[in-house]
């Protein structure tokens, strides 16, 4: 029997990358699944964002394990669009049993420099994404005495990074959201976590403008000259991990397995939270 028979699961962010690899993971262990994406283009973000022929995709991908799948367009900076997400899979599904709140975004600034524009759009999808999420499922999980919600934090939400302090609020921000649902919800059977990630080999990172926040006056930097600097981020000798890597630690953490564990942020960080303090 696999770990996730008879679950629906919800994934935000799931055109490609993370989400996409959540989705196939948590299928394999048999949930059914909805996932939803904004499918266009952010001004600030200085890489490809999902496609509606992505997020497609990872609905045909997720059917050929044989496993249902609903793919919805949905901003996850709209309450009412996530609040029909929930409506469109409780329609479709009769339930929800896991969230996965992946969506989020990578832009680059200095606190001084930064747009207005650019601070806006990550806060509202990397914080307030998560929290329009969670506030659109609890009621039914809570209704129905159980739910799984695992939130996707980054070993930015550990530490100070310059020129992403807006990345690093929102991050900060979804642990501290994440510990305060745990407790309101602890008794109505719906634990609640966070996966705190080290650099994750999807196109968040591969490409020009984050290899630059690395490598700053270097013209054109490649992918194995970014490698360097991320590599010296953690303890065992890799640049990144993979999505997959993620994923395995999402699908513990909503799985039977995990059951007593809430409000806790795991680090899935190639040692780089070694480092922290205790």
Known sequence: MARLDGKVALITGGAHGQGRSHALTFAREGADIIVCDVAEQLETVPYEMGTQEELDETASMVEDLD?????????????????????????????????????????????????????????????????????AVVPHMVEQGYGRIVATSSMAGRGGFPNIGHYVATKWGVIGLV??????????????????????????????????????????????????PFQQLNAIPVPWVEPE??????????????????????????????????
């Not at 510990?179 to 919800?185: D, G, Q, R």
């Not at 995990?258 to 939270?273: D, F, K, L, M, S």
């Open 67 to 135: 496993r249902r799948c609903v793919a919805v367009k949905a901003d996850v900076r709209d309450s009412g669009q996530m609040r029909g997400v929930v409506d469109r899979a409780i329609s479709e599904y009769g339930k929800i049993d896991i969230l996965c709140a992946n969506a989020g975004i990578f832009t680059f600034s200095s606190v001084a420099e930064m747009t207005d524009q650019q601070w806006r759009e990550t806060i509202d999808t990397n914080l307030t994404g998560v929290f329009n999420s969670m506030r």
């Open 179 to 228: 510990k305060s649902l745990a407790m309101e919800v602890a008794a109505n059977g719906v634990t609640v976590n966070a996966v705190c990630p080290t650099g994750v080999d999807t196109v968040m990172i591969q490409n020009e403008a984050a290899y630059k926040l690395f490598l700053p006056g270097v013209e054109n930097p490649t992918r194995e000259q970014a490698a360097v």
């Open 245 to 278: 890597d993620i994923s395995n630690a999402m699908l513990f953490l909503v799985s039977d397995d995990a059951r007593y564990i809430t409000g806790e942020a795991i680090h899935v960080a190639a040692g780089q939270n070694a480092g922290n303090a205790a």
